[in-house]
T-cell receptor, first 116, second 113 residues
Framework: EAQVTQNPRYLITVTGKKLTVTCSQN?????MSWYRQDPGLGLRQIYY???????DKGDVPEGYKVSRKEKRNFPLILESPSPNQTSLYFC???????????????FGPGTRLTVL | AQSVTQPDIHITVSEGASLELRCNYS??????LFWYVQSPGQGLQLLLK??????LVQGIKGFEAEFKRSQSSFNLRKPSVHWSDAAEYFC???????????FGTGTRLLVSP
């Protein structure tokens, strides 16, 4: 089954304790993204990756890191989490298409993070 | 910059009544438009999408949306709402040249008996 998986689905941690949220897709997609969802703000992009070893900042990158060492995986790293990073996080992937085209993004199930 | 406006934060509809959720977008070129639904505690489910062609788009669960370029709108409609439709609905715009979706802030739908 084609899917985007995220782990863990729920995480409660404390300020300053490094954590990683994993994202994996089995569709051989080139593009991957991380979004965070906050009440009243909708979803906002944190980082995205166009392909292996190619990553760039989205709209709200502060406090986050990513890496893309393999095509299928795109982990989100919080080196020193703070309470304002308490949020619902979604990973997404999409296929690279021809220029001037757009391909639908497929979303993972979400990871609910609480930073105390 | 691209943006999406969903002017209604909450909407309450009686079960069996019709529904229209509003969405306005700002994007300089041809937009790719989406409606997603998020049930409480759940992830995002794609309801429908508009890429090109017929401006009236049919989706899952009996939803439809109409793309109106002149009004920069992509409103979501359903002729008869069911209690299970209570959820949060997000409109989003994507476009060539940027690999992300820009989301609206969402509309929470409440369904009264």
């Amino acid at each position: 089954e084609a899917q985007v998986t995220q782990n863990p689905r729920y995480l409660i941690t404390v300020t300053g304790k490094k954590l990683t949220v994993t994202c994996s897709q089995n569709m051989n997609h080139e593009y991957m993204s991380w979004y965070r969802q906050d009440p009243g703000l909708g979803l906002r992009q944190i980082y995205y990756s166009m392909n292996v070893e190619v990553t760039d900042k989205g709209d709200v990158p502060e406090g986050y890191k990513v890496s893309r060492k393999e095509k299928r995986n795109f982990p989100l790293i919080l080196e020193s989490p703070s309470p304002n990073q308490t949020s619902l996080y979604f990973c997404a992937s999409s296929k690279k298409g021809p220029a001037n085209s757009y391909n639908e993004q497929f979303f993972g199930p979400g990871t609910r993070l609480t930073v105390l | 910059a691209q943006s999406v406006t969903q002017p209604d934060i909450h909407i309450t509809v009686s079960e069996g009544a019709s529904l229209e959720l509003r969405c306005n977008y700002s994007y300089g070129a041809t937009p790719y438009l989406f409606w997603y639904v998020q049930s409480p505690g759940q992830g995002l489910q794609l309801l429908l999408k508009y890429f090109s062609g017929d401006t009236l788009v049919q989706g899952i669960k009996g939803f439809e949306a109409e793309f109106k370029r002149s009004q920069s709108s992509f409103n979501l409609r359903k002729p008869s709402v069911h209690w299970s439709d209570a959820a949060e609905y997000f409109c989003a715009v994507g476009g060539t040249g940027f690999q992300k979706l820009v989301f609206g802030t969402g509309t929470r739908l409440l369904v009264s008996p």
